[in-house]
Structures are given as C-alpha cells and as structure tokens.
C-alpha cells in the first residue's frame, strides 16, 4: 500500500567532499526520516523536500535541515 508522502520528492544536498560518499549511503533512509517524522506533522502538503546533512567530523550524521516547498491550492 502506498504510503501518503510517497509522491514527495527528496533530494539531499551533497555535503562536502570529505563526508559526499556518506550521502549515497544513508539517501534511502534520510528520505524515510523525513517521511516517516518530518512530513506527518505538517499540516500542509508538500511538492519537495531538500535535505542538508549536517555531519560530525567521524561523518556520522548529527542533524538535518529541511527545506520545503509547499503546495499551494
């Protein structure tokens, strides 16, 4: 069954060079955080989302910013 945010495009920025392999890795599931937390409590819906990976110095993800743009009726 899909899911009701499976139409939502999301994009991660690439991070620095040192820490962009790690974006391809974790893409699939940054995209499910973002579904699965981040869509659910808007209220509004959404075209896109676009991810900035902010990264420890081991490279380990430590937060995301979201950047999204909102369907206007």
């Known amino acids: 069954m899909p ?3 499976d139409d939502v495009k999301i994009k991660v920025f690439p991070s620095p060079e040192a820490f962009r392999a790690f974006d ?3 893409e ?3 995209a499910e955080v973002i ?3 981040v869509l659910p409590r808007e209220k509004a819906e959404y ?3 676009k ?3 902010r990264r420890k110095e081991d490279g380990k993800p430590d937060y995301l ?3 999204m743009l909102r369907i206007y009726p």
């Open 51 to 53: 991810v900035d990976v």
């Open 28 to 30: 699939d599931s940054i």
């Open 3 to 5: 899911g009701k945010y």
């Open 35 to 37: 579904r699965s937390e």
């Open 65 to 67: 910013v979201a950047y």
């Open 47 to 49: 075209y896109s989302v």
């Open 24 to 26: 391809t890795q974790d």
